[in-house]
């Protein structure tokens, strides 16, 4: 292909020569062409099947996945769909280390689970709004708050502006106005504190050199986050959707 070829073209023709090695064809969904700058047409589904008349659209499971099982439970997403989770092992045990109670381990231990799992912007109020049902509203509050708080140092707690911070957006950098805004309403809240200590067990958990197993969570996540006996995404709540989308993250409708 050549230069001038357009982002649409070139999935165009991934997902063709991808229904000819397989019987299924994959579309990808729209959020995923725009994080790619592509805001071309979709790949044209009636197109591909008649030139792949053997291959349907992806309705199911994605067998380039792991199977989940039928009825899925939080521990099920850490093992087959969320990425690597070490960041959020150290996290929680850094939290039991310095004695924190188990809504709090629990909330250390989901805080990013939208990063690593579904999506990057906004991944606090993502990830809050993923376990809502499930936690206490303590704990889907302290999520949600951990991304806004990650930019304001609280020297109460010894909690500075992360460095890392400065190099990755740069030494202007400064948050957009609505998380200024809510940085000024979570300073006042009653759970404000909540939320800063995920911040402040959060910057202690990228050592390279600590393995964490997810099992040493496993009466923590028992006693605290309620598990739904449909499964995680067919239990009728107001965010079953969302754990479905992470199961089947191709589903074409």
Not at 103 to 118: P, S
Not at 144 to 157: G, I, K, M, T
Request: charged share 25%.
């Amino acid at each position: 292909m050549n230069d001038t070829t357009t982002l649409s073209q070139r999935a165009d023709a991934l997902e063709a020569r991808m229904a000819r090695e397989l019987d299924y064809i994959v579309i990808k969904s729209r959020l995923h062409a725009l994080a790619e700058g592509d805001i071309g047409p979709a790949p044209n589904a009636g197109l591909l099947l008649k030139a792949n008349p053997n291959a349907h659209l992806l309705m199911g499971d994605d067998p380039r996945l792991p199977a989940m099982p039928e009825r899925p439970t939080l521990i099920d997403f850490f093992r087959h769909r969320f990425g690597p989770s070490m960041h959020l092992l150290q996290s929680a045990r850094h939290a039991v280390t310095a004695g924190l109670p188990e809504k709090m381990v629990l909330a250390c231990l989901l805080h990013d689970i939208a990063v690593i799992g579904f999506i990057r912007g906004d991944h606090g109020y993502w990830g809050a709004q993923l376990v809502e049902p499930y936690v206490e509203e303590e704990v889907s509050w302290a999520i949600r708050a951990h991304q806004v708080l990650r930019f304001y140092p609280d020297e109460s707690v010894g909690y500075e502006y992360p460095q890392s911070y400065v190099a990755m957006f740069g030494a202007d950098y400064r948050p957009d106005p609505y998380v200024e805004e809510d940085y000024r309403r979570m300073r006042k809240h009653k759970w404000y504190m909540s939320g800063r200590m995920i911040t402040v067990h959060d910057i202690y958990s990228f050592d390279p050199d600590l393995h964490v197993e997810l099992d040493e969570f496993t009466d923590v996540i028992g006693r605290n986050f309620r598990q739904p006996a449909e499964g995680l995404g067919f239990d009728n709540s107001p965010v079953a959707h969302m754990w479905r989308a992470i199961i089947r993250p191709a589903k074409y409708l």
